[in-house]
């Protein structure tokens, strides 16, 4: 059985090497500015489920909100 987990995992690593980012189903990104509110941010989030937003200014992306740094503050 460990033989097999192995395999497994091996078989996961090259899926992983070998998959193209460009190949993944991508979800629209939740876009804020640094003025944008937390409460809102993490509204608009929840309502597209997803798990980050990207924080730009200028068409510049400033920052990655996410899930965890909610919880870590």
């Known amino acids: 059985m460990v033989e097999n987990s192995g395999l497994e995992a091996m078989s996961v690593e090259l899926t992983l090497r070998q998959t193209k980012i460009r190949h993944l ?8 500015t640094p003025e944008t509110s937390l409460g809102d941010t993490i509204a608009t989030m929840q309502r597209q489920r997803n798990g980050c937003a990207l924080v730009t ?12 740094d909610l919880i870590r503050k």
Do not use: A, D, P
């Open 57 to 68: 200014s200028n068409s510049s992306l400033l920052g990655i909100f996410t899930e965890r």
């Open 25 to 32: 189903h991508m979800k629209e990104m939740v876009c804020v």
